[in-house]
């Protein structure tokens, strides 16, 4: 049977049908033959957050892309975005927004050819979190910090629940001087250079090597997956303090005590202070003697007394609240530095003392005490010998006392001391103070000795012939002689004999002072110079084992020279006067400014003198004087005439008288 023949519009509809179902065909191997958009990336990748719900996708082409097509689904896979469609062959959305709800967000791209097939969609994950983590606060160590405290840990508190979507990504931190700083610069967000801690949540330590001393503060924010942080900062005061107290000892002297020393430390602290705190270390001071415990007291001060003679080192230091010290031990690896030190010297025991056992034969009067002193040594300063006769009740008299070393000398002039039986007591001081006084010998026996000590000498001396006085014209000399002998009748040779002239008030100098020496049998012979009057004595003196002596005092009076001279040998009466004119000597004197006075005398031959006129010299002892003969009675006689000069005031001469003048009066 013939099939029937379709109509044309038939045949067209088939043919029709079968090319729909060639596109299907053509679309489908398109389709496998990857008609996609290619390497479909998200702007700072789509496994990162993003704090901002714009983002860019990209991607490239295979050839005969006409349009591209995209949606955006949420993250429950919903479409959020509906399809749409850029009529070309475009490789990027630059602004794709998201719903402003964190989440996973979803794009899918897809691509259409220039006979409008579609290939199969390309997805990618857009993450998207504004949600800011929460408050976080640091949490540093509680007072103050020491130096030992570094490195430091500082550790963070975690933000509270719930968390971001994107999780915590870390922490900023920021230490400064400033009270109210800020982590980031951004009031939103910290970049990751700004994220100081990047371990997540837990990791919340951060660890600090150094700090300067004061104050410092830390400021502190979360971070999320998306770089938000958290809204407000966290803050904290750290205080550091790296330096020892200053600490200070008292209660001794520089040198030597002789007691007990209660001694005092003080410390001061300019930064953390001395004051205990309760979330600290336990602040206190503390002394330390010879390397044994030390005592401690809590705050600023303590006190310790040091009792036992000898030298001690004294350690003194403190903690501040800080925990600093300078005890020079170590802690938490640090080495301290080491304590303040002082020496202390403590010297209770006084110094042995004693007198030499016997006396020096060569120097019998040289009173000898020896100290000594094992800790402190003697005093050169104090101290001395003294001395009273035996059985007085009456202080000690002090003698002249020189110390050399641990020797203490004095001398004793037993000769101007009565004669008997003398006690003597040494005293001594050691440089602490501490004395000793003795009045025995080192054998025990007491310190004793009878006086006079050396023995007695005998001097003799005067004028040959006169040994009392003598008399002798002007501008003589005159022998002096003597004899010295000790005991009875032991003379003494070779020893030396002070002469000394005394002369009489006027006379320049006042005094002459000679020395001669014994011969063979203690005699000694010398000649006086010529001079004005004088009292002489000679005077031998002590030494070591003889005593001094001196002779009984002789007056050698030295008449004074005075010349007179007359201008005529005859004087006419009631004529031209005549002039007397002389001369003083003076040897030996000055003679004052108003001059000396001077008498002029007569006599007739067989009488007495008298004086007729007083005058006066110069300065140079010269004098003048005009006479007339007046009396009628006068002629034919012969006058004698004589200056004379009396004794006076500062003459230091006998008076004495010219020799005589004749002159006729006619």
Not at 25 to 51: C, I, M, N, R, Y
Not at 640 to 659: I, T
Request: proline share 8%; aromatic share 8%.
């Amino acid at each position: 049977m013939t099939p029937p023949v379709k109509p044309a519009a038939a045949i067209w509809a088939s043919v029709i049908a079968a090319l729909a179902l060639l596109t299907i065909a053509v679309s489908t191997a398109k389709a496998a033959t990857g008609f996609q958009p290619l390497g479909l990336s998200v702007d700072g990748g789509e496994e990162s957050w993003h704090a901002e719900s714009s983002f860019a996708v990209r991607w490239s082409n295979p050839p005969s892309v006409a349009a591209v097509h995209y949606r955006l689904l949420d993250p429950s896979g919903q479409v959020s975005l509906a399809e749409a469609r850029i009529g070309w062959a475009a490789t990027a959305i630059q602004q794709l927004p998201v719903p402003q709800v964190p989440g996973a967000y979803i794009v899918e791209v897809w691509l259409e050819d220039s006979t409008g097939n579609e290939g199969d969609p390309v997805a990618a994950r857009l993450r998207f979190d504004d949600s800011p983590p929460g408050h976080v606060d640091p949490l540093p160590p509680g007072g103050w910090i020491s130096r030992t405290a570094f490195p430091l840990t500082l550790r963070l508190s975690r933000p509270a629940d719930p968390q971001p979507l994107s999780s915590i990504r870390g922490y900023a931190v920021s230490i400064d001087l400033a009270a109210d700083g800020e982590p980031c610069a951004g009031a939103f967000a910290c970049s990751e250079g700004e994220t100081d801690l990047r371990a997540g949540i837990e990791g919340n330590s951060l660890a600090i090597s150094e700090l300067p001393e004061g104050t410092s503060y830390v400021h502190a924010v979360a971070v999320s997956g998306s770089g938000v942080r958290s809204a407000v900062a966290g803050g904290a005061t750290v205080r550091v303090d790296k330096t020892d107290p200053v600490t200070q000892l008292s209660g001794y002297p520089e040198g030597w005590s002789n007691r007990p020393l209660t001694l005092t430390a003080t410390a001061t602290d300019s930064g953390s202070g001395m004051t205990a705190t309760s979330d600290g270390p336990t602040s206190f001071t503390a002394i330390r003697v010879d390397g044994g415990s030390p005592t401690a007291a809590a705050g600023d001060t303590v006190a310790t007394t040091v009792i036992g003679s000898g030298v001690h080192k004294v350690a003194y230091y403190g903690r501040d609240a800080a925990g600093n010290v300078n005890d020079g031990g170590s802690s938490n690896g640090w080495s301290n530095r080491a304590p303040a030190t002082a020496v202390v010297r403590i010297d209770r025991d006084a110094p042995t003392l004693a007198f030499s056992n016997a006396q020096d034969p060569a120097d019998p009067e040289r009173i000898e005490a020896r100290a000594s002193d094992a800790l402190s040594g003697i005093d050169p300063a104090r101290g001395g010998i003294s001395v009273r006769p035996v059985g007085s009740t009456g202080r000690f008299e002090a003698l002249p006392t020189q110390a050399s070393g641990t020797a203490f000398v004095a001398h004793w002039d037993s000769e101007s001391a009565p004669p008997g039986e003398y006690e003597f007591r040494a005293m001594a001081f050691d440089r602490a103070g501490n004395s000793a006084s003795t009045s025995s010998r080192s054998d025990g026996a007491a310190m004793r000795l009878r006086g006079p000590l050396k023995i007695a000498t005998t001097l003799s001396a005067g004028f040959q012939g006169t040994p009392a006085s003598r008399a002798v014209a002007f501008g003589r000399g005159v022998a002096y002689s003597g004899h010295l002998i000790a005991g009875r009748h032991t003379p003494l040779a070779g020893m030396p004999v002070r002469i000394i002239e005394r002369f009489a008030a006027g006379a320049e100098p006042q005094e002459r002072e000679s020395t001669v020496w014994t011969g063979a049998g203690g005699a000694f012979r010398t000649r006086l110079a010529p001079g004005p009057s004088r009292e002489v004595i000679a005077i031998a003196p002590s030494t070591p084992t003889l005593q001094g002596s001196h002779s009984r005092i002789s007056n050698l009076a030295v008449r004074g020279r005075v010349h007179l001279g007359v201008s005529s040998r005859v004087a006419e009466v009631s004529g031209k006067p005549i002039v007397f004119h002389g001369k003083v000597a003076s040897a030996g004197t000055e003679t004052p400014a108003d001059g000396r006075a001077v008498q002029l005398q007569f006599r007739l031959p067989g009488l007495t003198w008298s004086e007729f006129r007083t005058i006066r010299t110069d300065q140079r002892g010269r004098f003048r004087y005009a006479y007339r003969f007046a009396d009628d009675d006068s002629r034919g006689v012969h006058f004698q005439f004589r200056a004379f000069v009396p004794a006076q005031a500062g003459w230091p001469f006998e008076p004495a008288g010219s020799l005589r003048v004749a002159v006729l009066g006619r």
